[in-house]
């Protein structure tokens, strides 16, 4: 696994004083390590030991907020016979107002995973079943992930790239010059030196090419921004390569 902090502006990230561990010294097994124990204490759960004993008490979810704007706790309050355990998406889904008792509803559509989150339901229409239903919860769409809230946090604004458009993401062109630059190395002969390789292919990636990479992909947004589709915005991107935002008389251009 490779991962890096790379800049439009300046490349690679660098220490102060211009050192750099290596290209995942920003986010090595330790980091990964205190992510899973983060998402394990989202997840609620306690760690108990083999012995039955609990090692680890989890810290719990932050509660939700209901359609009044009161707040509310994922988990049963003291005076609950089963008090402190997570309260399970009926329990959850019947204080938002949703009958699942009453609409038959099945935890999840069919088999083989949570196929139905991306389907719009009819305005009024009941879920297909309990996980559509909290998936569209307003506080579940408001939920922002770890990462954002941590970034957020430290007055920063995080954008994510849009999936399967690798045009828009300058990352994905400097990873693919990357990998270009890797299939030139002579065949591997030790376990050491497919590490090596990937980290000089990085390297050898020129700032100059990660700007023109960065600019290309801040055309084509700003292509699709004006409302061009896939292959004007590749005519466009060609067309008018020396810019960051392309022209305000490209709508005429096209029309010629
Ligand atoms: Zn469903």
């Not at 700003?222 to 305000?248: M, T």
Request: hydrophobic share 35%; aromatic share 10%; glycine share 8%.
């Amino acid at each position: 696994m490779v991962s890096d902090f790379v800049s439009a502006n300046y490349g690679y990230l660098h220490t102060p004083d211009g050192s750099r561990k290596n290209h995942d010294g920003y986010f090595d097994n330790e980091d990964l390590k205190k992510q899973i124990i983060k998402a394990m204490e989202i997840h609620g759960r306690s760690v108990v030991g083999t012995d039955g004993k609990t090692i680890k008490e989890m810290k719990q979810m932050h509660p939700g907020k209901l359609l009044d704007g009161s707040m509310q706790s994922f988990y049963f309050s003291d005076s609950h016979k089963s008090a402190g355990q997570f309260k399970g998406m009926a329990v959850i889904l019947q204080e938002h107002g949703i009958p699942v008792d009453e609409l038959k509803l099945k935890a999840q559509c069919g088999k083989g995973g949570f196929k139905c989150w991306f389907t719009t339901l009819p305005t009024g229409s009941n879920p297909c079943c309990c996980w559509k239903a909290l998936y569209d919860q307003p506080d579940f769409i408001a939920q922002k992930s770890i990462i954002q809230e941590l970034i957020e946090a430290h007055g920063h604004g995080m954008t994510i790239y849009a999936k399967f458009h690798c045009e828009c993401n300058f990352i994905e062109q400097i990873w693919g010059y990357a990998k270009q630059v890797y299939h030139e190395f002579p065949e591997s002969s030790t376990e050491a030196e497919p590490e090596r390789n990937v980290l000089a292919a990085l390297e050898s990636v020129p700032l100059i090419s990660i700007r023109r990479f960065a600019n290309c992909s801040l055309r084509f947004m700003d292509a699709y921004r004006k409302g061009l589709n896939g292959s004007q915005a590749a005519w466009a991107n060609k067309k008018y390569h020396g810019h960051r935002v392309l022209p305000e008389s490209l709508m005429a251009d096209l029309e010629v």
